[in-house]
């Protein structure tokens, strides 16, 4: 069974860890996040005729006590960065992110998700900032940890370009 | 001013001699010498010319090298030459990035360290073991107590001194992704999810390589959780893991570093490529497995239940012997008491144990034997029983017949026995003692009648035959006569000798003898004549006794006539025995006389 390590991203608070709860498995208590800055977790995506084993590396928040370890991204063959769709500064503080991301690891594949999307009243991206990153060659996704709307979708699609590399 | 005179010299000498408009002769030397100055030139170029004097080195600098090293001692002194600049080369290359030759050096220095550490261990190891085996059973109870002390199981007790683990996972991870590209579990051991798992311990490592000594690229040798550890061995593309129940001994961490090289080098291509396909490191499952298996020890258990059985056949020995000793002792002690109670003039009325002391109550006839005496005879110690015993007259037969003893001095020859109060006194004692017996044996405790009926007097039983004698002889006198028959002198003479022979005895035993002549006639002629007859032939053999020598005192004369005759009168015979005098001989005791 083919095997890829990913990584999730955001800053603190856009909901990362609640966002997939209901869709890995996971062994290792959340403690580990605030205590070594990672917990790891598990997804199993079909894609084509294969099974392919998701190791997501749960990456604890950015903020201003706690710097993401680079050294974590390590080998990753993809990552998801998530973003507050409500909370437009968590947008800027994942491109800055990216960019540190990208100097460190390399360009691999890798899907935008905008969490909180059941929020509509309080969202805070506007389409044309959307299509302005689309067009820099970025996968959206608008997801809901509340009603798990597209976060299945998230894997797949990250599978995919993963596969297709 | 010397020095001066010394730097200005070669600056003097070609102002000294300039070529005068000597145009001719600076042509000349031209025409000559120009080849060669160009030539000249050009090399002093090439030597001022770092990067001509480079290349032209370089195309000679092998070839000087081994020319050099062919000539003697040539070797030495360009090692000599060179090291410092080779030192300070890996120094800064190093410094760079230690990955280039860590992982140049990997696969010779594992080895090499392997061995050096190899050899300090087994030394280490062999001492260890034989201390451990010889000191094994008492050490064994060493560990009982230690494990009773700490509150810890033996089992623990015994996985922490003799270093027995049980490899319960591997794991082979790829270090750059910290994917497991294998995993190989020991019977029966329940797993959590492997990936998941690997990833945690590369993110752990991680942490820890962050965290603490990000320098040196060294990463967490191993991780304790509980009773498991987890033993980490890192190589440059691959991390083995092994989760090991307990402690595994030093030299397993050589075998890890052992399959780890295999590993390296078998799949250093597939490592190197690895995009998360697991298929090419299926082959490294049976290189995990023999970490699994050829590590895998069974528990050194087997002389824990021996020695559980020993100690519990121990324990049950000494209980079993503490119930029989004590068995033996409460067996001895009724035995004892049981004796004591069968024994004439002693009565147990109550006994109790008192720290460990036996209290005796009761009453004891003086006569009866000494109760410590019968400790000692019964194996019993005498200071573990004390007697209150009050004195008393005992009616037991054997009590009463020793007190009939020591009172009545019985002389040897008479035996006493009693049954219910009546003393019975048998045997032959002298009449002066057997005169006394019965009048004072009614006087003993525990008698109520005697019977002396059985004791004879052992005087008239030595006098017996000599009275029989003279009680058989018959003195016959002729018819109508009071004189002796002729021809019984003789018998008179003898008879005479026996009479005066008993009364000496007799009177030696104290016996006064008596004698009655008892004169008799036959049936012819009138009674009354018969009657002074018998008569006068009794008072003649006194007479002749008298003269004999016999003392009157001891003679009764008296006839009889023929109212007591000896014989019948059918034949002539019969009547002639019938004239005669016999002897009635009787003793009385001098002290009754008296």
Redesign the interface.
Known sequence: MLQKKICMLGSFSVGKTSLVRRFVESIFSDAYQTSIGVKIDKKVVRAGNEDVTLVLWDIHGEDVYQKIRMSYLRGMSGYLLAVDGTRRQTLDDAMALNERVIQEAGKVPAVLVLNKSDLTEKWEIDSTRESELTTAGWNILRTSAKTGASVEEVFSKLTAAMLAE | MPEQAQRRAPQGQPEENPPDNNHAYEELRHLIVAPEQEEIADIQERLEDRARRAEDVSSVVAEAISMRCEKKDGERALAKALSPTIQETLRESVRKDPHVLADALFPMMGPAIRKSITETLRAMLESFNAALEHSLSAQGIKWRIEAFRTGKSFGEIVLMHSLLYRVEQVFLI???????LSHVVATSVST??P??????LS??Q??V??SFDSKNEETLGSLNVGELEVWIEDGPDAVIAAVIRGHAPPDYRLAMEEALEEIQQRYSSALENF????APFQSADELLSRLLATQHREPVGERKPRAALATIAIVVILVLGWIGYSSYLLWEWSRFLNAVRGQPGIVVISYDKQGGRYHIRGFKDPLAPDPNALLSHAGLNPNNAEFDLAPYYSLDDAIVVQRARQLLHPPEGVTLSEHQGELDVEGTASPRWIAGVADRAILIPGVATVDVSHLQDSHLLQLKAPQSAIESVFLLFPVGRAELEPGQENTFDQTQKQIRDIVAQAEHLGEQTSIELIGHTDSTGIEGTNQLLSQQRAEQVRARLLRGGVPPANLRPRGVGTTQPLRTEDTEEGRRLNRSVTFKVTFTPTSAVN
């Open positions: 790829h270090r750059q992704t910290g994917l497991v959590q999810d990936s998941m798992v690997a990833g945690m993110a752990i991680q942490f390589r962050d995009k998360g396909d697991a």
